[in-house]
């Protein structure tokens, strides 16, 4: 499986690990860039793959919640200990919600920025 290597972790690269994911809800980030103002090469860079997710919610196409549905995988996307950081507030979350932005038309996730993400379903989950 190829990854995304982030500060203190690996995660598993969108459209590289899909074939081993555990079954349930996934968030897929693609053509990413390193700031919201570079124009990528190509198509840019494929992001994580984030989850499982027990739901994604967008709020007025300015940030998507996420909650996990085990807050130890929470914890591997955004490491922090005795919770999870609100990356817009920056308020500590003692769950297994979280918030990214929207800036423009781009998705912030650990500092990068990407173009497209996906909401996906992957295996058989109830």
């Given at each position: ?58 709020t007025y ?66």
């Amino acid at each position: 499986m190829r990854t995304v290597r982030l500060p203190g972790r690996l995660l598993p690269r969108y459209n590289d690990a899909l074939t081993e994911l555990e079954p349930g809800l996934y968030l897929g980030l693609s053509h990413g860039r390193d700031a919201v103002d570079t124009t990528p090469d190509d198509w840019g860079f494929n992001g994580p793959v984030v989850g499982p997710l027990d739901f994604v919610h967008t709020t007025y196409a300015a940030e998507l919640k996420l909650r996990f549905v085990d807050e130890r995988m929470a914890a591997r996307f955004f490491p922090a200990t005795g919770g999870i950081t609100n990356v817009s507030t920056g308020e500590r979350v003692p769950s297994a919600a979280t918030t990214l932005r929207i800036a423009g038309d781009l998705l912030v996730f650990d500092g990068r920025h990407f173009g497209d993400w996906t909401v996906f379903a992957h295996g058989r989950f109830a």
